[in-house]
Nanobody, 123 residues
Framework: QVQLVESGGGWVQAGGSLRLSCAAS????????MGWFRQAPGKEREFVAA????????NVADSVKGRFTISRDNAKNTVYLQMNSLKPEDTAVYYC????????????????WGQGTQVTVSS
């Protein structure tokens, strides 16, 4: 079992930055792919970014490419999402996930989820 707790969400004006953190507890954190997803009101949960177990490979959604960066610190059992140049359309609940997905974009292929943290970007 892996427990995930997100933090770092909040309110920010357009153009601002936030850094989300996801602290993991439990077994074998280093063996999981870690992902960030988001869900806006009335919309489906969508992929934002993922990082391989060693941190050497990352995938980032086109909608946030060049603005968001995912990283992990296995010594701290933590994964981060640095979000810069935020836009109102980035407003959503952001979720951290862990798993061994064949396809990192697929929400159904992650085994563990956090409770989410709200990010609100005002124009």
């Amino acid at each position: 079992q892996v427990q995930l707790v997100e933090s770092g969400g909040g309110w920010v004006q357009a153009g601002g930055s936030l850094r989300l953190s996801c602290a993991a507890s439990g077994r074998a954190f280093t063996f999981y792919v870690m992902g960030w997803f988001r869900q806006a009101p009335g919309k489906e949960r969508e992929f934002v970014a993922a990082v391989s177990w060693g941190g050497g490979n990352t995938n980032v959604a086109d909608s946030v490419k060049g603005r968001f960066t995912i990283s992990r610190d296995n010594a701290k059992n933590t994964v981060y999402l640095q979000m810069n140049s935020l836009k109102p359309e980035d407003t959503a609940v952001y979720y951290c996930a862990a798993g061994r997905p064949r396809t990192v974009l697929a929400t159904t292929q992650y085994d563990y989820w956090g409770q989410g943290t709200q990010v609100t970007v005002s124009s």
